[in-house]
């Protein structure tokens, strides 16, 4: 069984900086795609990062030039570095894990960020 498990939420000023780690356990192969997203109070989850196995990125708009999404494939490890943070981008933050291209998407519980002065 897949298991995801988010870490490094917290609360941070605006124009801080946070990193998120996301550990994908229970996959024996290489995982295909692993990525964030997130859900502010109420609004619905929406995606926000990508790396896939072969190092190709995706970033929502909003994110991009202030979010970086790597990933250690050998600790199947996924991170989220979040630069220059604003206000609105305060939300409950999830990490996915796609096991293959056609897969479904295998969610962590979340991590809450706050960004608030």
């Known amino acids: 069984q897949v298991q995801v498990v988010e870490s490094g939420g917290g609360l941070v000023q605006p124009g801080g900086s946070l990193r998120l780690s996301c550990a994908v356990s229970?996959?024996?192969?290489?995982?295909?795609?692993m990525g964030w997203g997130r859900q502010a109070p109420g609004k619905q989850r929406e995606f926000i990062a990508q790396?896939?196995?072969?190092?190709?990125?995706n970033y929502v708009d909003s994110v991009k030039g202030r979010f970086t999404c790597s990933r250690d494939n050998a600790a199947n490890t996924v991170y989220l570095q979040m630069n220059s943070l604003k206000p609105e981008d305060t939300a409950v933050y999830y990490c996915?894990?796609?096991?293959?291209?056609?897969?479904?998407?295998?969610w962590g519980q979340g991590t809450q960020v706050t960004v608030s002065s």
């Open positions: 229970g996959s024996d192969f290489n995982i295909y795609a």
């Open positions: 996915y894990a796609r096991l293959v291209f056609h897969g479904v998407d295998n």
């Open positions: 790396v896939t196995s072969g190092g190709v990125k």
